[in-house]
């Protein structure tokens, strides 16, 4: 079967060079969106049914094309990836950017031709050391060969990449918090609107995507809207890299196509459970989904289908909670992380979280009551709500809770 | 002596090799404070951590208040404004690391270190930071002792582990 995002990927996880990558088709991509117009780069990304990987979803085209693309405002146009990977159980992009970095430039000059934008800043997190390393010799080389900076490849098009490592903290994941930061600031995130595709970085139009929605980029540029279609085995398109954690006998990820069973996943290629362990639950997406149980197992990894199901696809990256483990003491662990990662800026997630891990703190300790049960539903309704919070990460931290 | 020059002496002076690095972060910015994130971390990779005095001079340079940078450095987990050892030990305590183990490990490292979280030991040669997921959740449980990252940390590897990585620095240092 084809899988585009991992052709370049080895066992033994080196990097691949640039003369590799281009052998093995690298830039073939660039070159067909460099010899077309972005209004015909950015229907083709719109057909192809590309949603945005990093776990909200949200249809690529669509989102690219708030972009204003006419010249009323000159200035600068801003692509950023999101390479701030840090929800837990989740570490796909990790893969992505060690084994392959040139897959990710490529995509992020063909979604920034495509939006015109002339300045490009790949954020990662500070501990992707290893990344860090391949990604600035990747985008040496592309600077010295012409495939970065001025008249990329004699087309007449600019652009700079400017790889910028953060300082931490978990809410930079947050395409405006990011942007807060990359401007010197703390990474409190902005209300919307105005959304970043119209004011983001210094005001200006930005798009920020993941690593991963922008390492298919090129690669549907290149073979077509239908083609990508074609990869999903269910109503989303393309392949997605899917990922298990926890007591099974092979953790790891593994791209595979949109739709692919649940159980698949788990027992196929993550080997099952570990000898004496059974499944007793999981969080299909990363630590902000909610729990699904065995009777889900057949379930395809699908957008719509999870959330049917009452979680939430997210990143793809699964965790297991298994017989041995406890699921109280699992969603108090999950909560603390949520409650020291919340900026601070609004009172429901400031507050909210760090109480409803003092309560849960009551529930693993045998001192709850039935008061501090309905306390807990009340937080999970309140701050569960999309929209009674300055951003998605108290809602999200509710979610293994409900 | 008068007010002004008590102050200037508490300021320590920024390098020339820091600032060539924060000036040329600045040269592609639209202004000075806009590098402020990126001029804590040069400042503290000479230094180990932002003191108060690097940062009075670090705002200097910067042309913002030295409460505004502190605001901004005290934000970011990984900009130390205190002291801390020659190896920072980073230990993921997130879901997934948690569910294969680092609780254990985290009193294992408290006990061998004889430190406290984010505690630094007497002979300033480890500091402990319990810090959230560090995706590599599929070699759960993990550790960073500096720039490194140790996969699969077994109760029996790790002694060893502090030892081997902090040896390694040294003779990164000496060498």
């Not at chain 1, 708030?66 to 390479?83: E, Q």
């Not at chain 1, 692919?260 to 196929?268: G, H, K, N, S």
């Not at chain 2, 940062?55 to 030295?66: F, G, K």
């Amino acid at each position: 079967m084809d899988r585009p995002l991992t052709r370049n990927v080895r066992p033994d996880r080196s990097p691949t060079g640039f003369d590799a990558y281009e052998a093995n088709g690298g830039y073939r991509g660039l070159r067909q969106a460099l010899s077309q117009s972005p209004a015909d780069c950015l229907q083709v990304i719109k057909d192809s049914n590309l949603r945005g990987r990093g776990g909200a979803g949200f249809p690529t085209g669509m989102k690219w094309s708030f972009v204003p693309m006419d010249n009323t405002s000159p200035g600068h146009k801003y692509l950023i990836c999101n390479a701030d990977e840090m929800e837990p159980g989740t570490f796909k992009d990790r893969l992505l950017l060690e084994c392959d970095p040139h897959q990710l430039i490529e995509g992020m000059i063909v979604a920034a031709y495509t939006i015109q934008a002339d300045i490009a800043y790949i954020f990662i997190r500070a501990e992707y050391h290893v990344a860090q390393e391949r990604l600035k010799e990747a985008i040496e080389a592309c600077y010295a060969k012409g495939y970065l900076g001025k008249d990329i490849l004699g087309s007449g098009y600019n652009l700079d990449i400017y790889l910028h490592g953060s300082a931490g903290r978990y809410i930079c994941g947050e395409e405006t918090a990011l942007i807060n930061s990359l401007e010197g600031k703390r990474a409190n995130p902005r209300a919307k609107p105005p959304f970043p595709q119209v004011s983001g970085l210094w005001g200006r139009p930005t798009i920020v995507n993941n690593v991963e929605t922008l390492c298919n980029v090129h690669h549907i540029i290149e073979r077509g809207a239908d083609w990508f279609k074609s990869l999903g085995m269910g109503e989303d398109a393309g392949t997605k890299m899917f990922g298990v954690s926890g007591r099974v006998n092979n953790p790891g990820c593994w791209e595979l196509p949109m739709g692919t069973p649940i159980r698949e996943i788990l027992e196929v290629h993550a080997g099952g459970m570990q000898e004496g362990y059974q499944l007793k639950g999981f969080l299909p997406g990363g630590g902000s989904t909610d729990f699904l149980t065995p009777e889900h197992l057949d379930l395809p990894m699908e957008y719509g289908a999870i959330g049917k199901a009452g979680s939430r696809m997210g990143t793809g990256t699964m965790i297991i909670l298994d017989d041995k483990t406890c699921a109280v003491a699992m969603v108090k662990n999950l909560i603390d992380f949520f409650a020291q990662e919340s900026c601070g800026f609004c009172t429901p997630c400031r507050e909210g979280l760090p109480w409803s891990a003092q309560v849960l703190g009551d529930v693993l300790g045998g001192r709850a009551t039935d008061a501090d049960m309905n306390t807990l539903q009340r937080q999970v309704k309140f701050i569960g709500a999309i929209g009674n919070t300055h951003c998605a990460l108290a809602p999200g931290a509710m979610e293994p809770l409900n | 002596m008068s007010e002004v020059s008590v102050s200037t002496a508490l300021i320590s002076p920024l390098s020339q090799q820091e600032l060539d690095e924060i000036d040329h972060e600045i040269s592609h910015a639209p202004s000075r404070p806009a590098v402020a994130i990126d001029a804590l971390k040069i400042v503290q990779k000479y230094r180990g951590w932002v003191s108060d005095e690097s940062l009075a001079a670090l705002a200097r340079h910067l042309e913002m208040s030295a409460s505004e940078l502190d605001s901004v450095a005290t934000f970011y987990n990984h900009i130390y404004r205190k002291p801390v050892g020659d190896n920072i030990v980073l230990l993921c305590n997130s879901v997934s690391c948690w569910v294969m183990g680092c609780g254990g490990l985290q009193r294992q490292i408290e006990d061998v270190l004889q430190v406290p979280p984010g505690g630094t030991t007497a002979d300033n040669q480890c500091t402990f930071i319990p810090v959230p997921c560090l995706g590599a959740c599929d070699k759960a449980p993990v550790l960073m002792v500096n720039e490194t990252l140790y996969e699969n940390v077994a109760p029996d590897d790790l002694e060893g582990l502090l030892v081997d990585a902090s040896t390694k620095s040294q003779e990164g240092r000496d060498g």
